[in-house]
């Protein structure tokens, strides 16, 4: 799990009922995402929520909306919500949730889709843009979403920060998770750093009371802050906010995720 965010399940090995088009959150991911608790709690939902409706000043969009587990309450609170999904398993669950039968959802690549109308906010949270495997991408990514803003429109990305203060050298696994269960089973993961290309690896082992076990990966491309910003830059737009939670409290060395959030020029 990318640090920082906490993550329900988020890896699934393509199985019988998949649909490979939906990637690595295909119907046997969806169907375990909404369970309450983890990144579903009120108390995890509630925060960001309370943020994107505060800079929302019109419609926004949301890339990578999932089940709409942020979307839906905030079109519940009267915000037009639009959102972008690779995965119509995840999609197909947006309006079912209070609020989501409201959210207008598109499905394609977050890179490359668009959609009509122009937006006062595109946000990007829960390390989204981390599934964007490469730098090339991930600039697209923010290129997307500029094109979506109006004048002075805002692009925030919530992403939990590499744990590269963790990896003494020689090492480059990060463990965030042992949790045996006592009955002989339990859940184990670990991420896995590559400092030359960025890329980060998540691995999680599941094993049951009778040592059978399940071992899924999946990959991420994690980038610094400070790229972020020129990826930003490269859109056409500048940094305006930058927090360590959705509390709005400052980045410090020892933050775990930063929420960004850049603004495209007010006057063109
Ligand atoms: C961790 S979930 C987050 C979903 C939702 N934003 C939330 O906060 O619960 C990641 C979602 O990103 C979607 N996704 C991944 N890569 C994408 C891409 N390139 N374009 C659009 N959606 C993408 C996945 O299908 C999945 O639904």
Do not use: C
Request: negative net charge; proline residues 7%.
């Amino acid at each position: 799990m990318v640090p920082g965010v906490t993550s329900a399940s988020v890896i699934s090995e393509a199985t019988g009922g998949d649909d490979p088009a939906d990637g690595w959150f295909p119907e046997s991911v969806a169907e375990d995402y909404d369970a309450p608790g983890g990144a579903n709690a009120p108390e995890v939902v509630t925060p960001p929520v309370d943020v994107l409706e505060d800079l929302a000043d019109g419609p926004v969009l949301e890339f990578a909306v999932g089940t709409g587990r942020i979307a839906a309450p905030l079109a519940a609170r009267g915000v037009r919500v639009s959102g972008i999904e690779l995965s119509r398993a995840m999609a197909a669950r947006i309006a079912d949730k209070p609020g989501g039968d409201a959210v207008e959802v598109t499905i394609g690549d977050m890179t490359t889709t668009r959609v009509a109308g122009q937006f006062s906010l595109v946000y990007l949270v829960f390390n989204t843009i981390s599934n964007v495997t490469t730098q090339d991408g991930q600039v697209e990514v923010f290129r997307n979403a500029a094109a979506h803003l109006r004048p002075g429109g805002l692009f925030l990305i919530e992403v939990g920060l590499p744990s590269l203060r963790r990896l003494p050298p020689g090492q480059d696994t990060v463990p965030f998770a042992i949790a045996p269960d006592g009955d002989g089973g339990g859940y184990f993961g670990f991420d896995q750093y590559d400092v030359v290309t960025q890329e980060l690896t998540s691995n999680h082992i599941t094993v049951s009371p009778d040592g059978t076990g399940r071992f899924r990966r999946i990959p991420f491309r994690y980038a610094w802050p400070a790229e972020m910003d020129l990826m930003a830059r490269i859109a056409g737009m500048r940094l305006k906010h930058r927090w360590a939670d959705w509390d709005r409290s400052q980045l410090t060395a020892e933050s775990t995720k930063h929420i960004s959030v850049w603004e495209t020029n007010p006057s063109t």
